[in-house]
């Protein structure tokens, strides 16, 4: 495996699982925040807004996905993983308290 591909895996757990709450909350009708809102990462966002920033993570992650050859196992698949972990249990910090008033 080279970096390039070790890199690539990482990034494509990182876009893929940040797609899934934004692509969740917009199909369903729900305002969460996305880079776009004010403040940046704090203040909500449209559903619409959610499922247009969820659709290029899609498209980038599913591409640096094959680029890392994540499909094949071994390495990059866990190092894939380990992406999905970590934004995950970062995002899962960050918006805690997005719904406290």
């Known amino acids: ?4 591909q070790a ?4 990034f494509a757990g990182l876009l893929l699982a940040n797609a899934v709450p934004h692509f969740v909350h917009g199909i369903s ?10 403040p940046p990462g704090k203040g909500l966002s449209s559903p619409t807004v959610n ?3 969820s ?7 599913a591409a640096l996905f094959r680029a890392g ?3 094949g196992g071994g390495a ?3 190092i894939f993983c380990a992406g999905v972990v970590a934004i995950s ?7 805690a308290g997005k719904d406290a008033h």
């Open 51 to 53: 499922v247009l920033w």
């Open 55 to 61: 659709l290029p993570n899609l498209a980038i992650g």
């Open 7 to 10: 890199l690539a895996s990482c």
């Open 69 to 71: 050859r994540v499909a």
């Open 89 to 95: 249990i970062l995002s899962s910090l960050r918006f």
């Open 29 to 38: 009708g729900d305002r969460f925040p996305t880079p776009f809102a004010k």
């Open 1 to 4: 495996m080279t970096f390039a």
């Open 76 to 78: 990059a698949l866990g």
